[in-house]
């Protein structure tokens, strides 16, 4: 087990990557909570065949282990399951030493992590991460949020966890589709970061796939590195360096928002978003034209779509979802672009002409 080390200013925190650390939670969450208190397993129910484990190793090390289920799918972040989480916090008597172990992908641990950060006005929480987005990103940086009808991620909070695991056998039991979704926002860290990283996925791509999971450690560890030093280095996003994590994501948000996120899921949108700003940094000459050829050659590899042409989506529809996305700042949309494989700048007052033609090229109308 490799452990990775994260700064907040609500308290520091380790990421624990591996593999068979589910029957070592107990031992692992007696690093950061004291023995008796009560624990609220908070996981869906895909996640049934791990709970088992992990309940009985935490209440062999003592804690009073209790557990919630949520619907499966984003529906679960939303203030109606935030209040039914904290009603069964209530009713089984959480006081503010009690915590949460979040088992799940994104969806959990947002959900979950909310409620932590409210319930009695803040308790702790654990993620156990186990979907490959979840390992590499959502587990780590303290974000947490429930949706609005009118948005994604518009109520939420910056509350740590307490400690992350990610035990990368759980992603055996991963539906390929989730897997190879994930792989966008890991090529994202190739892209933005780490060309050692980039060059993996090419070489190793197919075993990937395959769910090869000395692969995948290796992927996970890289990825949860970078993402661990960036969100230690820029907690709240606002010296710039977190932002980069956002890589195709100001496009992926203007898709997802005109599909109504129907038909895609999220790292399929990203995909799509940063194979549109790489063709865009080529256009407008801030790196070579051989990037983006690059970059779509490893995401068709993993079985990523790069076009939105089967969607009959409008150009001027999708940049008006854009321009409403909560990540531009002031008004103006920034993207963020690569200069080559491994280095990003933060661009804008980009000509929304050339913005048009780019989702134009990608198969808008
Ligand atoms: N907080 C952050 O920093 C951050 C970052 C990125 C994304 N997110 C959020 O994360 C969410 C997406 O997360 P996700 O991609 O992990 O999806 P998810 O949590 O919905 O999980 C995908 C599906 O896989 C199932 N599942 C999870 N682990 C499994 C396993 N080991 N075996 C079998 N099935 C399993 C889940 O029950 C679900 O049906 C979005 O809501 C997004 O907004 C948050
Ligand atoms: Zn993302």
């Known amino acids: 087990m490799k452990m990775i080390p994260v700064k ?3 308290g520091n925190y380790k990421i624990c990557v591996g593999q068979a650390l589910l029957p070592k939670t107990g031992a692992l969450v007696s690093g950061v909570f004291s023995p008796g208190v009560r624990l609220m397993i908070v996981s869906q129910k895909n996640l ?12 062999k090390k003592g804690f009073e282990v209790h557990s919630h289920t949520l619907p499966d ?13 904290s009603r069964a916090l209530l009713a089984k008597g959480f006081e503010r ?53 009118e948005g994604k991620n518009l109520v ?58 000395a692969a995948i450690e290796k992927v996970v560890l890289a990825c949860a590195r970078i993402k661990a030093g960036v969100v230690s ?13 956002n890589y195709g994501h100001t496009f992926a948000h203007g898709i997802e928002g005109s599909l109504e996120y129907q038909g895609l899921v999220h790292g399929e949108a990203v995909a799509i978003g940063m194979m549109m700003a790489a063709q865009l940094a080529a256009d407008l000459d801030l790196c070579d034209e051989a990037l983006p050829w690059r970059q779509m050659k490893l995401l068709v590899a993993t079985k990523l779509p790069v076009s939105i042409k089967r969607f009959n989506l409008k150009a001027d529809a999708i940049l008006k979802t854009m321009m409403k996305d ?40």
């Not at 939420?156 to 966008?184: C, H, K, M, N, Y």
């Not at 280095?233 to 994590?245: H, M, N, P, S």
Request: charge should be positive.
């Open 97 to 149: 030493r009690d915590g949460i172990v979040a088992v799940g992908g994104g969806v959990v641990s947002d959900l979950a992590g909310f409620a932590a950060s409210v319930y009695l006005r803040g308790i702790r929480y654990v993620n156990v991460a186990t979907t490959l987005l979840a390992q590499v990103d959502s587990s780590i940086g303290g974000k947490t949020a429930i949706d609005l009808q």
């Open 233 to 245: 280095r820029d907690e709240f996003e606002t010296k710039g360096e977190r932002a980069i994590l």
């Open 326 to 365: 909560k990540k531009k700042s002031q008004g103006t949309l920034r993207f963020v672009l690569p200069r080559r494989i491994g280095q990003v700048t933060i661009e804008k007052n980009i000509p929304l002409e050339k913005v048009r033609r780019i989702l134009r090229l990608a198969g808008a109308k």
């Open 48 to 59: 049934a065949p791990y709970l088992k484990t992990i309940a009985a190793s935490l209440s």
């Open 8 to 10: 907040s200013s609500k």
């Open 73 to 85: 799918g984003e529906i679960a972040k939303s203030g109606a399951e935030l209040f039914r989480l």
């Open 156 to 213: 939420g909070s910056f509350w740590p966890p307490a400690l992350v695991i990610s035990d990368v056998q759980t992603l055996r039991s991963l539906p390929l589709r989730e897997l190879s979704a994930s792989l966008g926002e890991v090529i994202k860290y190739g892209v933005i970061r780490d060309p050692a990283l980039f060059r993996f996925l090419e070489q190793s791509g197919k075993k990937i796939l395959r769910k090869d999971l």
